[in-house]
């Protein structure tokens, strides 16, 4: 079995679940008292053994370092784990934790990263082996994320009673943007057999011993049986206890062995990512916050930038005084993208489906289980705390810096300046005087014909009784959009019940094997059979015409879920009201649930969008790239319901219609996706679900949904397909242009900016340098085709280097002066429209220099640019 192996690595972890087995801080005290106690006894039990028989133990990224500098830690567990760091016994991988990769921000996952990156500045070690275990598929920017920060190794761990993507044992798994990262699929369990299999045909076997949820390290008497069994079936291989890169390293000393390693060029969809949908409210405000802790940031930045009226100085105060709290909050959120969301259910409570729930969720292990969702749901409200606080120094920055600019002014006086300075007072006093008006706000009830809201670009017609949009006609293709044939409203609110036959199909179809803790965590034990599949929409609402902030809309109240034959009456009680809005070519959807109440049984709420469209092509703006779900995503992955970033598409491409969730990310095509697994399907017909929440698991994530929701969804009609649509641009709730602050020549500028890219790449964070001077500039390439990019850098710079992930150096890019002309607007005083100012108003061009710099971006890419001062 071992025969043509000259080295066996061994590497010895345990699953880390921040939850499950216990509440996250139980789980904590865990890892770092008893458990942290069981690992040096062992290493101690080995001592004196060889240095590549002496036990190892590996952590993710996230509890070693909690383990090292939690306060929470006694101080002498602190030390040894340090000293069995600096030794070389204790070991972390790349990645922090297990995490649904679909669900997290592009730059929470960056941001995820630097906790290695602390440790390997800590420490002077950079590991290059990742793991993820348990979550069975992950979105397909990960390879590219973990080659950015130069990981040559990622094992996979499947849950066992998981359907696994259909990938080989061992392949390169190319990400979007081209790069290869070699990876080990374990399709049954967590780790790897002790020995190869009989087809394995490289030098090297990596034994990945890990043990169950937070179970802990291996005994004296465990390593030697493994020492053992290795040695009798692989004689002659030399064994070593190490960490996860050890194993690429080892088979990189032979690179042509490697030569006809299959590449698999496929995002490996999740089949657990339903449960985003669990925690609707939560999500939505982590998804808000990721765009306001980017602008923020990068104001703070901003605002330290050199400028003819601050003067010179590339200290980023501001930026480098707020970035703790930006660090805590961009943890938060890695830490709700974790992939323990609660308890383990089944052994926590005694499942109820009667009458008798309500009483039954008074009890102390439903509570305790309710407590496991309200310390996941925390996470979200410590970021948005750590956020407002950054928030309120930047706050004050700003007025200090309005002050600063001022004072120089009058110390520094030129015609320009002066006439900035009396611009802005003449601004601040009419602002003063301006009379305080409330925002006009109408709202009358109105007939079922009074229906229409129409404007150059479309015409919407809806439908109270039916609760849907009846037509979106697009005036400029003269496509109608609505599939009038269709029985489902068209943006209505459908609820569905599911039964315990849905949950037998399911289970049927998508587990492989049958133990009780697979029926316990991916069904519902217990489930009434009595139960039918209900499917109710929400029917005969009473409308409203409403206008406000200049817009007009259809406000749908009043619409109670409506179901035909038997088991309407287990529908739980809720209100909905729905209100259209249209603006321009696109139309915002907005949906309020009021007392929704509690139920045991699975449930989900959808949008449905039937789209009247042949022969359409999909395409889903996931973090980090976008796909085609009939070509792009590997067999036995998710071809059933997706994690998108903020979009997806509907095109023939000659003109197309975008879907764009606000807050809940989760789209299905053709059917709800819940309760349902075909390994080799293939969407085709053009139904979009936008998907509101639903309660599928069995276990870990919360099993019921109550009180008031609000969602919102936005459908753009465009012509072309997605490109040229620019949705991953328009799709974007910040955008650079939005982090600007007003001023006189280049006051508040952006440092960097993109000149001649269109579409320009998406910012992905402004900050200072973490580890000394200078300024980190991130983008990320959405158009998914190859770029040539010019950039300007700003007048203070003298160095502009290409970094990795981890933001380290590792190309300078020349940097050309350019003598240039720009063109200037001055206004008569008081006068801030060019065309309203008229000949009082004049443009002017002024010579001045650019700093430029130019590089290619490929596909998808990630690019890092560091900027040094003088």
């Known amino acids: 079995m071992g025969d043509g192996v000259r080295r066996v690595v061994v590497v010895f972890k345990t699953h880390f679940d921040l939850g499950f087995t216990g509440l996250p801080d139980e789980v904590m005290a865990a890892y770092t008292g008893a458990m942290f106690d069981a690992v040096v006894r062992t290493m101690e039990a080995t001592a004196n053994e060889p240095p590549n028989l002496r036990y190892a133990w590996t952590l993710p990224a996230w509890p070693l370092r909690y383990l090292l500098h939690s306060e929470k830690v006694a101080k002498e567990r602190r030390r040894k784990a340090r000293k069995l760091v600096e030794d070389g016994r204790l070991h972390w991988h790349v990645w922090p934790f297990t995490t649904h990769t679909a669900f ?17 500045e800590e420490f002077g070690r950079w590991p290059t082996g990742a793991k993820q275990t348990d979550v069975p598929g992950h979105t397909w920017i990960l390879p590219s994320l973990l080659v950015g920060t130069g990981v040559k190794f990622l094992h996979l761990g499947c849950n066992a009673g998981s359907h696994a993507p259909h990938v080989p044992r061992f392949f390169w798994w190319e990400g979007p943007d081209g790069a290869r990262l070699l990876t080990f699929y374990s399709p049954g369990g967590y780790g790897t057999s002790l020995l190869p299999p009989p087809d394995w045909e490289y030098d090297t076997w990596i034994s990945l011993q890990q043990t169950v949820d937070n179970h802990g390290p291996h005994t004296p008497e465990e390593l030697l049986a493994i020492r053992r069994t290795i040695e009798q079936g692989a004689p002659g291989a030399e064994i070593v206890f190490g ?73 980023l105060k501001v930026g480098r005084s707020i970035a703790p709290d930006i660090d805590r909050a961009y943890e938060q959120l890695m830490l709700f993208g974790e992939h323990t969301w609660g308890l383990d259910v089944k052994s926590t409570i005694k499942r109820v489906f009667d009458d008798t729930f309500e009483e039954t969720r008074k009890t102390e292990p439903y509570l305790r289980l309710q407590a496991s969702w309200d310390a996941k749901a925390d996470y979200v409200a410590q970021a948005e705390d750590a956020y407002e606080s950054a928030e309120a120094v930047v706050r004050s920055s700003w007025i200090e810096s309005g002050k600063r600019n001022r004072e120089q002014v009058m110390r520094n006086p030129s015609p320009a300046r002066l006439e900035w300075e009396a611009m802005w007072a003449e601004h601040e006093e009419k602002m003063r005087n301006a009379p305080h008006t409330e925002p006009v706000r109408t709202r009358k009830q109105v007939a079922p014909d009074d229906n229409v809201l129409e404007n150059r670009h479309l015409r919407v017609e809806v439908d109270p009784a039916a609760g849907g949009i009846k037509s979106i006609f697009d005036k400029w293709t003269k496509h109608e959009w609505v599939d009038t044939n269709s029985p489902e409203p068209f943006g209505g609110y459908r609820h569905d019940l599911y039964s315990a036959v849905d949950i037998a199909e399911f289970l049927r179809a998508y587990g492989t094997l049958f133990h009780d803790w697979f029926i316990g965590d991916f069904g519902k034990p217990g489930y009434p059979e009595g139960v039918p599949h209900v499917t109710s929409y929400a029917r005969n609402f009473t409308m409203w015409r409403v206008h406000e902030e200049g817009f007009d809309s259809l406000l749908l109240t009043g619409g109670t879920l409506q179901a035909e034959g038997p088991g309407a009456g287990l529908v739980p009680g809720q209100t909905i009201s729905i209100k259209i809005t249209l603006v321009m070519n696109w139309v915002e959807l907005e949906y309020k649930v009021e007392n929704k109440q509690a139920t045991p049984l699975t ?28 070509r792009d995503i590997a067999e036995g992955a998710n071809r059933e319901l997706w994690c998108v970033d903020r979009w997806m598409d509907v095109s023939d491409d000659r003109i197309g219609l975008a879907v764009m969730p606000r807050d809940v990310p989760l789209v299905s095509i053709g059917n709800t996706g819940i309760y349902k697994f075909e390994p080799d399907r293939v969407p085709k017909e053009p139904v979009v679900y936008a998907h509101l929440a639903n309660t599928q698991w ?50 508040g500028d952006l440092p960097i900016r993109v000149k001649d890219w269109q579409p320009e790449p998406i910012l992905m964070a402004l900050r200072p340098r973490h580890d000394g001077q ?9 158009v998914g085709m190859h770029r040539k990019v010019t950039l ?16 380290r150096p590792m190309e300078e890019l020349p940097m050309r002066v350019i003598q240039t002309k720009k063109p200037v607007y001055r206004l008569t005083l008081g006068k801030s429209d060019p065309e309203a100012a008229g000949d009082e108003g004049r443009w002017s061009y002024r010579d001045e220099t650019e700093n430029r710099v130019y590089l290619e971006i490929a596909p998808y890419a990630i690019e890092t640019l560091l900027i040094e001062f003088e």
């Open 792 to 807: 300007e850098v700003g007048n203070g710079a003298v160095r502009v280097w290409r970094c990795d992930l981890m933001e």
């Open 774 to 782: 200078g300024l980190v500039a991130r983008y990320w390439n959405g």
């Open 603 to 630: 449930e989900s709420i959808v949008v449905p969008f039937p789209m009247n469209i042949q022969k359409a092509t999909f395409r889903l703006g996931q973090v980090g790239s976008s796909i085609d779900p009939a």
């Open 243 to 315: 960490q996860l890169g050890d194993f690429s390293d080892s088979l990189m000393e032979h690179p042509e062995q490697l030569e006809g390693l299959p590449v698999v060029p496929y995002d490996l969809a999740d089949t657990w990512i339903h449960g985003v949908g669990t925690m609707p409210r939560e999500v939505a405000r982590a998804r808000e916050l990721r765009g306001k802790l980017l602008k923020l940031e990068a104001l703070a930045t901003i605002l330290d930038w050199p400028s003819p009226v601050r003067g010179r100085g590339a200290e």
């Open 104 to 120: 997290c921000g592009l730059e929470d996952m960056v941001r995820g990263l630097h906790v290695s990156r602390s440790l390997s």
């Open 698 to 747: 069995g276990t870990n994530f919360p099993q019921w949904l109550e009180g008031d929701f609000t969602f919102g969804i936005d459908l753009e009609a465009h012509l072309g397909d997605w490109r040229t649509a620019k949705l991953w641009e328009r799709s974007q709730r910040v955008h650079a242009m939005d982090i600007t602050l007003e001023g006189e020549s280049g006051v």
